[in-house]
């Protein structure tokens, strides 16, 4: 378990947000927002490692908060986590800094390998993985 890394998981989908920070609070030390206002007030207090977003949020998109994420962590991965699947989307957000771009809840299945990549570790996939069809019936 790699409880010393920080993820910061943001969505404003309440059932979505709480299932998947239940789910990655398995292995990591999981901090979530429903906007982007709440996620920079609280990129002001802590440090986190991994930033994952959902694409539209109340107040901004995944790009804003991406350019604002590059602003104060340069190095530190973003994963946008959303249902909108047009490349157009995934453009903007990996030419704003985006480290990687998947979709709900389709890519659900690569949302923990591309954690582990990003956060550089060894760790293998959880024994106990989420059922694809519940995440599914949420997300």
Same mark, same amino acid.
């Given at each position: 378990m790699n409880v010393s890394s920080r993820i910061l998981y943001v969505d404003d989908d309440v059932d979505g947000r709480d299932m998947m920070s239940a789910w990655l609070q398995q292995d990591y030390q999981v901090t979530t927002a $429903? /906007?982007? @206002?709440? +996620?920079?007030?609280?990129?002001?207090?802590?440090?986190?490692?991994?930033?994952?977003?959902?694409?539209?949020?109340?107040?901004?998109?995944?790009?804003?908060?991406?350019?604002?994420?590059?602003?104060?962590?340069?190095?530190?991965?973003?994963?946008?986590?959303?249902?909108?699947?047009? $490349? /157009?989307? @995934?453009? +903007?957000?990996?030419?704003?800094?985006?480290?990687?771009?998947?979709?709900?809840?389709?890519d659900l299945e690569r949302l923990i390998p591309a954690i582990i990549r990003c956060l550089g570790s060894t760790r293998k996939l959880p024994r106990n993985s989420m059922p694809r069809r519940r995440a599914a019936s949420i997300l």
């Open positions: $429903s /906007e982007g @206002r709440h +996620a920079k007030e609280l990129m002001q207090r802590m440090r986190f490692d991994l930033f994952v977003l959902d694409y539209f949020l109340p107040d901004m998109t995944a790009v804003d908060l991406c350019m604002y994420i590059r602003s104060i962590s340069p190095r530190v991965p973003i994963v946008i986590y959303s249902a909108l699947a047009r $490349s /157009e989307y @995934r453009r +903007a957000v990996l030419a704003a800094g985006g480290t990687d771009y998947l979709i709900k809840p389709n």
